[in-house]
């Protein structure tokens, strides 16, 4: 985004569950990925996206375990009344838990915790995840509206025109923001 200075930007996280089935507790992070890929494809998929986060400077980890993160996509839900900027804030909070610190996003410790870095109000949040019903309906619905065709994350939608899955390298998203820059002109 930043060598495309002149285009707006704006981002909109949308809920989607790649396990949401899980217990709250989940599973081993590892195992699901080899039960899911198969134990070859896990050993050559690791290290290359251990490699990007590195290149960026993030400390990826693949420990701890997957979850079931329906109550995260309610308090993003309840975050962006506060504000796109608290909801980015957010968001990134809660990848730094899941990817750096293995941290379990069902756990309303860790869940808190990143709302508190987010520079939002704890106690708001508490009530949140204490009410089951609280965004339920709000995340029930984004799921519904723009899940469809989704299987991965992450998922990206250009101009409402273009979806691509997965983590792409730069080169691709560049190629992307060069060819919707030429169809707008």
């Known amino acids: 985004m930043a060598r495309f200075p002149h285009i707006k930007f704006e981002v909109n ?26 134990e070859a494809a896990a050993a050559r998929m690791l290290p290359r996206i251990t490699q990007v986060f590195q290149d960026l400077g993030i400390p990826f980890k693949y420990g701890g375990n997957t979850c079931n993160t329906f109550d995260s996509h309610r308090l993003a839900a309840w975050a ?6 608290k909801q980015d804030a957010l968001m990134e909070e809660l990848f730094k838990k899941y990817f750096c610190e293995e941290q379990s996003l069902s756990r309303e410790e860790v869940l808190l915790e990143a709302v508190g870095k987010a520079g939002l109000d704890k106690e708001e949040a508490g009530k949140v995840i204490a009410d089951e019903n609280a965004f339920k309906d709000d995340v029930n619905e ?8 989704v299987s991965g994350v992450p998922f990206f939608v250009f101009n409402g025109l273009e979806g691509v899955s997965g983590a792409q390298p730069p080169e691709v998203l560049a190629q992307i923001f060069e060819e919707l820059e030429q169809h707008d002109n």
């Open 80 to 85: 962006l009344t506060q504000g796109r900027d």
């Open 142 to 149: 984004q799921k519904k509206k723009f899940g469809r065709g």
């Open 13 to 38: 996280w949308r809920p989607f569950q790649l396990n949401p089935n899980n217990p709250k507790e989940g599973a081993n992070k590892m195992e699901e990925v080899k039960k899911k890929y198969g």
